[in-house]
Nanobody, 115 residues
Framework: QVRPVESGGGLVQPGGSLRLSCAAS????????MGWYRQAAGKQRELVAH???????HYEDSVKGRFIISRDYTWNTVDLQMNSLKPEDTAVYYC?????????WGQGTQVTVSS
């Protein structure tokens, strides 16, 4: 299993929180940069947050201060803690695993922010 697997999506009210998790293959995890992307209906896929092999995070401007990306080298997972969610955060969220010779995508998990 090389393709990453996402979990944790769902329906949440505005202002609420969700935590997404992505499990990647242990054989490539430590050597990979990891990212969370999202694609809303009718829009292009966009980067939400990215974390380097060494654990340095980067965030898209609209989620700074609300989302936190982290990685766990024991369980080979990368999580996205999403707080203060807004309706405009509604999208399918995808996990991405990138190395020198590979670029893998998960199947995505739906996040819907609605009252």
């Amino acid at each position: 299993q090389v393709r990453p697997v996402e979990s944790g999506g769902g329906l949440v009210q505005p202002g609420g929180s969700l935590r997404l998790s992505c499990a990647a293959s242990g054989s490539i995890f430590s050597g990979s940069a990891m990212g969370w992307y999202r694609q809303a209906a009718g829009k292009q896929r966009e980067l939400v947050a990215h974390i380097t092999r060494g654990g340095r995070p980067h965030y898209e401007d609209s989620v700074k201060g609300r989302f936190i990306i982290s990685r766990d080298y024991t369980w080979n997972t990368v999580d996205l803690q999403m707080n203060s969610l807004k309706p405009e955060d509604t999208a399918v969220y995808y996990c991405n695993v990138v190395g020198l010779a590979y670029d893998y995508w998960g199947q995505g998990t739906q996040v819907t922010v609605s009252s």
